[in-house]
């Protein structure tokens, strides 16, 4: 609490600083939906692959929570479906040659150097590098009429934003309630990144655009990113940016997936460290700013039928701490007369063109 930025007492914590040229084989696990730390495995693999001269830095990402590689069979995650046994595979095929390769000398060591499970698709995939370079990145931009689109807005005339009113007194859930204590029987903690977002979508302080139905697959393969241009009447604030798989309403491989809203990517960014994680900022109130929001690796198809979704919203809770809207040195010091409603605008203009970069795999 006596450390709310990133300074020297986190930096020299910092795993990242501590990391030079990897001298053992090294394989980086991660689940694209680790409620956890999806962040970590990733980053370490990035990090290292940086310095990696000797072939040593692999990664393999399936479709699974928390350690999920390591238990069941990995079929399903949630109410999602994989169509395949994603755990064992994981086991059996890449987990268990690469130890008697390395452990034992047997096998030819001929492993990818990014092992990734493209779920929609529910296919595994092989890469000779992460991100791989066939992706062209793309941009997919926010519309009026709730509308996602790849041609970039032009000067119409009319409103150039959308707008909510955010309220830390009523935060948006994270999940559906009732909220079980976190590793309480029952909690839904472990699957909740794949629950079905309707539950906020029509949300007055949730603002939500889609493309139209896709008319054949589009995948999307590597680092995700949204450029978010907008502005707050209070001097802080944050963005949730979430990415989703929209079902068609009429579903017939599984009908009580109809219309089902599918978290693929997310993340939160605090307004304040949009200059910097060290030395934190106010806000100037009603100014548009740009917000450059990592949403991480992935490798997803979004299927013919489905449509493209992007959920923004300010609070998101519990998961993450409220924001009091208006700036403080120290938001975990902060009273409760610092926590303040504030009015949201996201600008969809040609001037402020608020996008996601997707990374389009060409079709073959």
Do not use: C
């Not at 956890?36 to 990733?42: A, S, T």
């Not at 590098?129 to 032009?154: D, G, I």
């Amino acid at each position: 609490m006596s450390h709310p930025n990133y300074d020297e007492f986190w930096q020299k914590q910092s795993l990242p600083s501590r990391l030079d040229a990897p001298t053992v084989p090294i394989m980086h696990v991660a689940g694209w939906w680790d409620q956890e730390d999806f962040y970590g495995p990733v980053k370490t693999y990035e990090v290292l692959e940086k310095k990696d001269t000797r072939n040593m830095n692999y990664l393999v990402v399936g479709p699974w929570n928390h350690g999920g590689w390591g238990r069941g069979d990995g079929r399903t995650l949630g109410r999602i479906s994989f169509d395949t046994s994603t755990a064992i595979t994981y086991r059996e095929s890449i987990q268990a040659p690469w130890f008697a390769y390395w452990l034992k000398d047997k096998g030819n060591g001929h492993f990818g150097e990014a092992v990734t499970f493209r779920t929609g698709a529910n296919s595994w995939q092989n890469y000779s590098e992460w991100p791989p370079k066939q992706s062209k990145s793309q941009r997919l931009y926010l519309h009026s009429n709730e509308r996602l689109a790849f041609e970039a807005p032009q000067s119409t005339g009319g409103p150039a934003f959308d707008s909510y009113v955010s309220d830390p007194s009523h935060p948006v859930p994270y999940r559906q309630r009732p909220i079980e204590a976190t590793y309480s029987p029952g909690s839904r903690w472990y699957t909740w990144l794949t629950e079905d977002q309707r539950f906020v979508h029509e949300r007055p302080d949730v603002l939500s655009w889609s493309t139209e139905t896709l008319k054949e697959d589009l995948t999307v393969t590597g680092d995700i990113v949204a450029h978010l241009f907008a502005s707050t009447t209070g001097t802080d604030s944050d963005w949730i940016v979430k990415l989703i798989d929209v079902y068609p309403e009429e579903y017939a491989k599984q009908r009580s997936m109809g219309g089902y809203q599918l978290m693929v990517a997310n993340d939160v960014f605090r307004g304040r460290f949009r200059k910097s994680f060290e030395r934190p900022e106010p806000i100037a109130a009603n100014e548009v700013q740009e917000y450059v929001i990592d949403l991480h690796s992935n490798d997803h198809t979004f299927l013919k039928g489905h449509k493209i979704m992007v959920q923004v919203q300010s609070t998101w809770f519990p998961i993450i701490d409220r924001n009091p809207q208006k700036y403080v040195e120290n938001i975990f010091l902060a009273k409760e007369s610092d926590f303040q409603t504030a009015t949201q605008r996201v600008y969809r203009s040609e001037k402020y063109p608020s996008h996601i970069t997707l990374p389009i795999m060409p079709t073959k």
